[in-house]
């Protein structure tokens, strides 16, 4: 399977390029995308081509935005792809799907969360592709902090 092409939007007055823009749509709300199985119904990200356990062909769908922080660790060394230092990780258990999924925690604030928090997904310029252009990531924010 062939990366897709990169998809650039307008996001706070810049012109950036999503780094994966088949891993979430930047809207409001944004959401993660994933895969469901036509035939056996399973959920899955990143979507995969076709389904590990039925070789059926996968669908895209949208797996959410809101989620409850299962385990996170804060990364201390030096940061891949200009993100800031420190910046956070962490796994999210997703509501709409039950999927736990790895993802960016929110880069302003790396040292806030505790498991069980909940969280929303968000997404902003953070970092840059790897040609050094500004792009646009997804993370989780805390669900209870101003919009």
């Known amino acids: 399977m062939s990366a897709p ?9 810049h012109d950036v390029a999503h780094i994966a823009a088949h891993l979430f749509r ?17 959920t899955f990200f990143p979507q995969p081509r076709f389904c590990p356990d039925c070789l059926e062909e996968t669908t895209r769908c949208e797996l959410g935005s809101h989620g409850s922080l299962y385990s996170y660790a804060v990364v201390r060394t030096r940061a891949p792809f200009g993100l800031p230092q420190p910046y956070a990780v962490g796994y ?26 909940r969280l929303r997904l968000s997404c902003g310029v953070v970092g840059e592709d790897g040609q050094g252009n500004p792009c646009v990531r997804p993370y989780f924010v805390a669900e209870d902090l101003d919009r």
């Open 5 to 13: 092409a990169q998809m650039r939007e307008p996001i706070a007055g």
């Open 92 to 117: 999210v258990d997703l509501d709409e799907c039950g999927l736990r999924v790895f993802a960016l925690l929110d880069p302003q604030r790396p040292e806030r969360f505790t498991i069980g928090q």
């Open 26 to 42: 930047a809207g409001e709300p944004p959401v993660l995308l994933g895969g469901r199985c036509r035939d056996c119904a399973r």
